[in-house]
């Protein structure tokens, strides 16, 4: 009896793929040792990570900053109105007069009608002429007046039109951070469901891996019984080594998707990435009902509520209607009213000053020509009507997004039942070959087959429903399902 043929050694291919997958490991192994503590043991779920989103991510964090950026140009808008102190003199310095004056003056600028009231004191020295208006007694003059527009800078000036836009852009921070705060949620999401599908897809192949090296155990044995030819073990190590390769493609992806997710998924102390390991995969997805039809004219309406591009454009839209006020405003002449109140102190003053004083000023200004208000009022209308088809347009898009989301929903939940199908069905082909294989009615290439026809069934699976949670998420920041009422650090 001569003796069997010796068995084929693994190839080298075969060994650099081991140590391959040996490294890959332990690389992946030591990062996860290093964040350790900061991992936890049970099931990574998606609210955790989402948490994280909302306390934790830097974007998100970097975009409410805009609301601490809007509260400051409202409080520097409210400095045009601060109370004013001024104070100053005069000396004759040569001429027949030698008199000498000087006023301390405190002013309040007026948030109506754009006047403004002022109090102070007034002293004068040395000889002045009678009509001078700053001579005063030796005990000097204390001052109350007001000046208010009649015409223009009645109803707005400058002043507090550059308060009310700053008001607007306070409220403007909110539709902004809104829209990255849903597109955060949404790649946050999908990120996640690409972590859990990758987690999956690798313990898939690990399996498929497993199957086809405890069979090369049982074709040794059979070989050195003299049962198989030895060719049937070298054909069922190549497939050994393809499968080490599809599991070694497997956990790389696994990788990648760990280190994208981490970048949403962080410590709560020092805000630090998280690289969650497999040992938190979960390993079912969750449950996925079909929308019904009639919640998407419900969603529809929602959307038009909640997504922050309408209230972006109403708000910029009248920022701009204060711009044309003014404009508006600037056409008309000035026509301003002062009255001024003087009280004299002590006796000791000129014979022609009166202890009380009253004096009212009207002053008349009109520009001419008034191009530039004139041409701020065009560019206002514009702006205007140029912003009204923008919202027009946003809402169309809006709807568009919608619909076209819940296609995508439709359509990757009735993919995901034919998957299931189809996976029901290629076990079942791969259970009749294994059968017919120990009968001896098929050879080891059929049943191979049939074992990578299953897998790429699952495969199919896992990607259909990470595919449907996805297009979810899509279609939860289309409805602005996920806008918080409140947007806070």
Same mark, same amino acid.
């Given at each position: 009896?001569?003796?069997?043929a010796?068995?084929?050694?693994p190839?080298?291919?075969?060994?650099?793929a081991a140590?391959?997958?040996?490294?890959?490991?332990s690389?992946?192994?030591?990062?996860?040792?290093?964040?350790?503590?900061?991992?936890?043991?049970?099931?990574?779920l998606?609210p955790?990570v989402?948490?994280s989103?909302?306390?934790?991510?830097?974007?998100?964090?970097a975009?409410?900053?805009?609301?601490?950026?809007?509260?400051?140009?409202?409080? @520097?808008?409210?400095g045009?109105?601060d109370?004013?102190?001024n /104070?100053?003199?005069?000396m004759?310095?040569?001429?027949y007069y030698d008199?000498?004056?000087?006023?301390?003056?405190?002013?309040?600028?007026?948030p109506?009608?754009?006047?403004?009231v002022?109090?102070?004191y007034?002293?004068?020295?040395?000889?002045?002429?009678?009509?001078?208006?700053?001579?005063?007694g030796?005990?000097?003059?204390?001052?109350?007046?007001?000046?208010?527009?009649?015409?223009?800078?009645?109803?707005?000036?400058?002043?507090?039109a550059?308060l009310?836009?700053?008001?607007?852009?306070?409220?403007?921070a909110?539709?902004?951070i809104?829209?990255?705060?849903?597109?955060?949620? *949404?790649a =946050?999401?999908?990120g996640y469901?690409?972590w859990?599908?990758?987690?999956?897809?690798? =313990?898939?192949?690990?399996?498929?891996?497993?199957? +086809?090296?405890?069979?090369?155990t049982?074709?040794?044995?059979?070989?050195?019984?003299?049962a198989?030819?030895?060719?049937v073990?070298v054909?069922? @190590?190549?497939?050994?080594?393809?499968?080490?390769?599809?599991?070694? @493609? /497997?956990l790389? *992806?696994?990788?990648?998707?760990s280190?994208?997710?981490?970048?949403?998924?962080?410590?709560k #102390?020092?805000a630090?990435?998280?690289?969650?390991?497999?040992?938190?995969?979960?390993?079912?997805?969750?449950?996925?009902?079909?929308?019904?039809?009639?919640?998407?004219?419900?969603?529809?309406?929602?959307?038009?509520v909640?997504?922050p591009?309408?209230?972006?454009?109403?708000?910029?839209?009248?920022?701009?209607?204060?711009?044309r006020?003014l404009?508006?405003?600037?056409?008309?002449?000035?026509?301003?009213?002062?009255?001024? +109140?003087?009280?004299?102190f002590?006796?000791n003053?000129p014979?022609?000053?009166?202890?009380?004083?009253?004096e009212?000023?009207v #002053?008349f200004?009109?520009p001419?020509?008034?191009?530039?208000?004139?041409?701020r009022?065009d560019?206002?209308d514009?702006t205007?009507?140029?912003?009204n088809?923008?919202?027009r347009? +946003?809402?169309?898009?809006?709807t568009?997004?919608? *619909?076209?989301?819940?296609?995508a929903?439709?359509?990757?939940y009735?993919?995901l039942?034919?998957?299931?199908?189809?996976?029901?069905? /290629?076990?079942?082909l #791969?259970?009749? #070959?294994?059968e017919r294989?120990?009968q001896?009615?098929?050879d080891?290439? !059929?049943?191979?087959?049939r074992?990578q026809?299953t897998?790429?069934a699952?495969?199919?699976?896992?990607?259909?429903? !990470?595919?449907?949670?996805?297009?979810?998420?899509?279609?939860?920041?289309?409805i =602005?399902?996920?806008a918080?009422?409140k947007?806070?650090?």
């Open positions: 009896m001569t003796n069997p010796p068995i084929a050694q190839s080298l291919l075969s060994r650099l140590g391959l997958v040996i490294f890959l490991f690389f992946f192994n030591s990062q996860f040792s290093i964040l350790s503590a900061a991992e936890k043991s049970q099931t990574l998606l955790e989402l948490a989103v909302q306390s934790q991510y830097p974007p998100y964090l975009a409410l900053i805009e609301q601490d950026i809007a509260n400051g140009r409202v409080r @520097q808008a409210q045009a109105f109370l004013n102190l /104070a100053g003199g005069t004759n310095l040569a001429g008199g000498r004056t000087g006023y301390a003056m405190l002013e309040q600028p007026l109506f009608w754009g006047g403004s002022y109090s102070g007034r002293l004068s020295s040395g000889f002045l002429p009678n009509y001078n208006k700053d001579r005063t030796m005990d000097g003059e204390g001052i109350l007046g007001f000046r208010i527009p009649l015409l223009r800078d009645g109803t707005i000036d400058r002043r507090r550059s009310w836009q700053a008001q607007i852009d306070q409220e403007l909110d539709p902004i809104l829209r990255q705060y849903l597109d955060f949620i *949404r =946050a999401t999908i469901y690409t859990v599908a990758s987690g999956q897809r690798l =313990a898939l192949a690990e399996e498929l891996f497993r199957i +086809a090296k405890d069979r090369d049982a074709i040794a044995e059979q070989v050195k019984k003299g198989s030819a030895p060719i073990q054909d069922n @190590q190549r497939l050994v080594v393809s499968r080490e390769i599809a599991t070694v @493609q /497997a790389r *992806r696994f990788q990648a998707a280190i994208e997710l981490s970048l949403f998924f962080r410590t #102390e020092k630090e990435p998280i690289i969650a390991g497999r040992n938190r995969v979960p390993n079912t997805f969750p449950p996925h009902p079909r929308l019904d039809e009639s919640q998407l004219t419900a969603d529809l309406a929602r959307a038009a909640f997504r591009e309408i209230r972006r454009i109403e708000l910029l839209v009248q920022r701009v209607e204060i711009d006020r404009a508006k405003n600037n056409l008309l002449p000035n026509l301003d009213l002062g009255v001024e +109140a003087g009280q004299t002590g006796n003053r014979n022609d000053i009166n202890q009380n004083e009253v009212a000023k #002053e200004k009109l001419l020509q008034r191009r530039e208000a004139q041409g009022m560019i206002a514009a205007i009507e140029r912003l088809n923008d919202k347009f +946003a809402r169309d898009r809006i568009a997004d919608v *619909r076209d989301a819940y296609s929903l439709i359509a990757a009735d993919a039942k034919m998957t299931r199908q189809n996976v029901e069905l /290629a076990r079942q #791969e259970k009749a #070959e294994n294989l120990q001896g009615a098929t080891l290439l !059929a049943l191979q087959i074992e026809a897998f790429d699952q495969v199919f699976e896992v990607e259909a429903q !990470a595919d449907y949670f996805r297009a979810l998420a899509n279609y939860r920041a289309a =602005a399902a996920d918080p009422s947007l806070t650090r």
